[in-house]
T-cell receptor, first 115, second 112 residues
Framework: GAGVSQSPRYKVAKRGQDVALRCDPI?????LFWYQQALGQGPEFLTY????????KSGLPSDRFFAERPEGSVSTLKIQRTQQEDSAVYLC?????????????FGDGTRLSIL | GDSVTQMEGPVTLSEEAFLTINCTYT??????LFWYVQYPGEGLQLLLK?????DKGSNKGFEATYRKETTSFHLEKGSVQVSDSAVYFC???????????FGAGTRLAVHP
């Protein structure tokens, strides 16, 4: 069955460029999360959507990071004026509802490299 | 705040050896606990979970027991296979929106 799909799988950009990362969650999933995973580390929370509403963006590291989910399905994470420290794997996850303790389903991630 | 601490890797084992990966946590209340696995080049997959104290989660020969008294959720497998080589993450939900807090991950390498 269709899982969480992320694109592109790999993205190389020069410092200062803007990038956009796409996430297609499992159809009908209400909750959508973005995480950042640095090399050799566990994922760290960036932001959370419940349908189209962004309810938590406390993990976004700076105002260069922006996420949206305008129709409550596909989400885009945008990074403006990229810097080398933005290099990481960006993971998207979704879950069916909002119940506490529901497992999250992850995509394969987008590996972002900033030169 | 809530946190998860895992034993450092890499863990290198021979096929059919016994595996333990330690995980301890600090949390408000008694959240569910999860183990996720990340195979090379892939995203995270849920391996097992436990929702309350003394629960044992199990899947694919892996087990972990939610120990409230020691705030631990150690992952075990009696006989590992080469195909179990991956990075294992312990995690718990935190905050009002179920965001996951992960440990740093433990890389397991199993040799024939």
């Amino acid at each position: 069955g269709a899982g969480v799909s992320q694109s592109p799988r790999y993205k190389v950009a020069k410092r200062g460029q803007d990038v956009a990362l796409r996430c297609d969650p499992i159809s009908g999933h209400v909750s959508l999360f973005w995480y950042q995973q640095a090399l050799g580390q566990g994922p760290e929370f960036l932001t959370y959507f419940q349908n189209e509403a962004q309810l938590d963006k406390s993990g976004l590291p700076s105002d260069r990071f922006f996420a949206e989910r305008p129709e409550g399905s596909v989400s885009t994470l945008k990074i403006q004026r990229t810097q080398q420290e933005d290099s990481a794997v960006y993971l998207c996850a979704s879950s069916p509802g909002t119940a506490y303790n529901q497992p999250q389903h992850f995509g394969d991630g987008t590996r972002l490299s900033i030169l | 705040g809530d946190s998860v601490t895992q034993m450092e890797g890499p863990v290198t084992l021979s096929e059919e050896a016994f595996l333990t990966i330690n995980c301890t946590y600090t949390a408000t209340g008694y959240p569910s606990l999860f183990w996720y696995v990340q195979y090379p080049g892939e995203g995270l997959q849920l391996l097992l979970k436990a929702t309350k104290a003394d629960d044992k989660g199990s899947n694919k020969g892996f087990e972990a027991t939610y120990r409230k008294e020691t705030t631990s959720f150690h992952l075990e497998k009696g006989s590992v296979q080469v195909s179990d080589s991956a990075v294992y993450f312990c995690a718990l939900p935190s905050g009002g929106y179920n965001k996951l807090i992960f440990g740093a991950g433990t890389r397991l390498a199993v040799h024939p």
